[in-house]
């Protein structure tokens, strides 16, 4: 029984270093593995800012274009008025049954 128990205690201080560097080992890659999920949940997190980013970005454009259109139709609208305010004061000068200058 002496011989058995020596046997496994020599056995058990061989085993033993290696024993901890294995749990040294599986320690560092769980560590490992909470950083990887945590890069993996900013580039989730950088991904829908980005997306965000190019949504307004989108907006953006399309302000650009809608405040070019305003203007021309604000231009278009200012020679109409122009038009309108000639003819009426045409009219306005022309003799009664008379036909307005053009």
Do not use: F, N
């Amino acid at each position: 029984m002496t011989a058995v128990k020596s046997l496994i205690g020599r056995a058990a201080r061989k085993i033993a270093p290696e024993t901890m560097r294995t749990l040294e080992y599986a320690a560092g890659l769980r560590q490992q593995g909470g950083r990887l999920h945590d890069v993996a949940q900013r580039v989730d997190d950088l991904q829908a800012r980005l997306d965000l980013v190019e949504h307004r970005l989108a907006e953006v454009d399309d302000t650009s274009l809608a405040v070019d259109e305003l203007r021309r139709d604000s231009l278009r609208i200012a020679e109409l008025t122009d038009l309108v305010v000639t003819t009426l004061g045409a009219l306005s000068d022309a003799p009664a049954g008379s036909e307005p200058r053009r």
